[in-house]
């Protein structure tokens, strides 16, 4: 699976939104900045991300970009989706979608099974989480097996 830098920088300003003391609005040259993002790049994701409901701009002299809902309540699977679409695709596919024949056929359960593993990792952290450092169990758990920091 590839994350795209859109979908990274997505994440990373909605994270910066979340620390926000107060919920605050914070123009996007400071979220841009805050995370090292190229600012027009940031605008049009930002575009998206209100676009989807997750984040709300503020208009006026104090104003900016805030989250939508708590920081609980968005996952990292829904700001993905936002700006990336869904999360795991095959040929621009979604893998229900595609059949395989003959040697190739158990393909199909190989990828459903990745966007089955995907999903579990990323519609269970929230920015809460993430903003915290305290990811759910089964999250640090994986990032903790033997193996999994290694680039093979």
Known sequence: MRVSAKADYAVRACAELAASPHGDPVPSEVLAAGQDIPV???ERI???LRRAGIVASVRGRSGGYRLARPAGDVTLAEVIRAVDGPLVTV???RPP?????????????VWVALR???????????LAHLVAGDLPPQVKALS????AWDNP
Do not use: I, K, P
Not at 116 to 126: A, E, M, S
């Open 91 to 93: 040929r621009d596919e």
């Open 46 to 48: 930002l575009g998206d």
């Open 116 to 126: 089955t593993n995907v999903r579990q990792v990323l519609d269970v952290v929230t």
């Open 97 to 109: 979608s595609l059949t395989y024949e003959g040697s190739a056929a158990a393909l199909l359960d």
């Open 40 to 42: 027009s790049f940031l």
């Open 144 to 147: 903790e097996t033997v193996g």
